[in-house]
């Protein structure tokens, strides 16, 4: 049974003077995708998408350079839209972060909505598993905050009540299937692998 493989990317270079969609994994980050590549080399991989952000771009080419892939962007696999406040340092940023589950109708600090970024992330996603031509598995690089919008979709429940990635970091996956687009893996750290 194939899946589609969705993965969030990994630690990257924090750097306040760079918009945050320009930021790249940093050592650890590439270290850890190095690593889930590994596994992945066990797999029928047969298409490989990432979000327009450099750092699933990163993670993205890393998978496709091991298994001798290309890989597409995808800019509706991005992060929801943060552009109207740019960089917020912690512990403020998960203070909007927060909020912005919480209130998934609500533009918080004018930011893409919840509701908005969902609707996008799992066009996205139906879009790929309708369109990809190849029968293996797809790994899709993507971020954090559109993963769990998605996988509340998937498990059927409001917004701010899905599982989540443990991993503070990043560097999680979920599997679904390709045919059914039903959840078959919840959320796991890369370095635990899979599960079958």
Sequence with gaps: MASLIFLTHPEVVIDPN??????????????????FTEQLADRDVSAIYASTERKAMDGAAIVA??????????????ENDRSATGYI???????????????????IRGWER??????????AISRILREDETSGDIVVVSH??????????????????????????????????RDSFALTQDWRNIEDGFAD
Aim: glycine residues 10%; contains cysteine.
């Design 18 to 35: 760079q918009p945050v969609p320009e930021w790249p994994l940093n050592a650890i980050g590439s270290a850890r995708m190095e690593r």
């Design 65 to 78: 350079e091991r298994l001798g892939l290309s890989y597409a962007t995808d800019p509706d696999l991005g």
């Design 89 to 107: 340092a912690p512990p403020e940023f998960w203070d909007v972060v927060r909020e912005f589950f919480s209130n998934p109708h609500k533009s």
């Design 114 to 123: 919840a509701i908005d970024s969902q609707a996008r992330i799992v066009n």
């Design 144 to 177: 954090g905050g559109v993963a769990r919008l998605l996988t509340a979709h998937l498990q059927q429940v409001e917004i701010g009540q899905e599982s989540r990635p443990s991993h503070p970091g990043g560097g999680c996956f979920i599997r679904i299937d």
